[in-house]
């Protein structure tokens, strides 16, 4: 008797189930409104990105205060 039981239980989550009418499918992207994209400056690849990179990381730096390197450093609100 607890062994059919615990066997339909576990059968029963098997069964999936579907998340909604298929009818109404697409209706959030239908209803946005089109936006036009915008011209962007072409994206570095290869060598170039590697050197771009490097500058950022390492060659352009400017330390916060306290004599470390921080990202999103914002000097006005920066804690000491």
């Known amino acids: 008797m ?4 615990i066997f339909y239980e576990i059968a ?3 069964k999936g189930k579907v998340h909604g ?3 109404r499918a697409g209706k959030v992207k239908s209803q946005t409104p089109k936006v036009a994209k915008q011209e962007k400056k072409k994206k570095l690849t290869g060598r170039a990105k590697k050197r771009d990179t490097y500058k950022r990381r ?5 330390n916060a205060p306290g ?7 914002n ?6």
């Open 67 to 73: 004599g470390k390197r921080r990202m999103n450093v």
């Open 12 to 14: 029963h989550t098997w």
């Open 58 to 62: 390492f060659a352009n730096i400017t």
């Open 21 to 23: 009418s298929l009818a």
């Open 2 to 5: 607890l062994i059919e039981f």
């Open 75 to 80: 000097p006005e609100s920066t804690k000491n």
